[in-house]
């Protein structure tokens, strides 16, 4: 009797349960503004620094990266504008402003809502001590895995 029991227990389980119950791996994460740095002189050729501090303005949150030539940066879901230092070895830095809007996409119910980024606007608001001049690759930031802005130094 009491093996029945489990057996019917189990049964209405595996009954409830729906495909979409797991996300996946596959399912891609809201992506991050994907930044590249270049050289000035040769606009096709990497150029790396020694020393990348990133601090968002109004989060107080620090990234710092060494020997670098890309960043990834997550973007706030609730907000349209980030303000960020970007400042390399000797304490240069260029402050950065970011104007985007949000857009939710709803992947499935085990994992809910993706955000994904357009990009409006990028302006470097300091002096541009060591940013040369920036360029949007692409407005529309939906993986992580292309370059979405380049940086001439």
Known sequence: MYKFRYLLLILLLHQSC???DVCNVE?????QLV??????????????VDTLRVKDNENESILQLINTDSIAI???????KMD?????????????LIYYQTQDM????????????IINEIEIS??????????IVTNEILVDTLAHVKIYH
């Open 126 to 135: 300091s002096n541009q001590n060591w940013i040369n001049t920036i360029e």
């Open 84 to 96: 960020f230092d970007f400042m390399i070895s000797g304490g240069i830095n260029d402050e950065l």
């Open 18 to 20: 729906e495909p979409d």
């Open 74 to 80: 997550p973007l706030q879901i609730n907000s349209n």
């Open 35 to 48: 930044f590249r740095l270049y050289d000035a002189n040769q606009p096709s050729q990497l150029k790396s």
């Open 27 to 31: 399912n891609p994460s809201t992506p």
């Open 106 to 117: 709803y992947l499935s119910r085990a994992c809910g809502f993706q955000s994904t980024f």
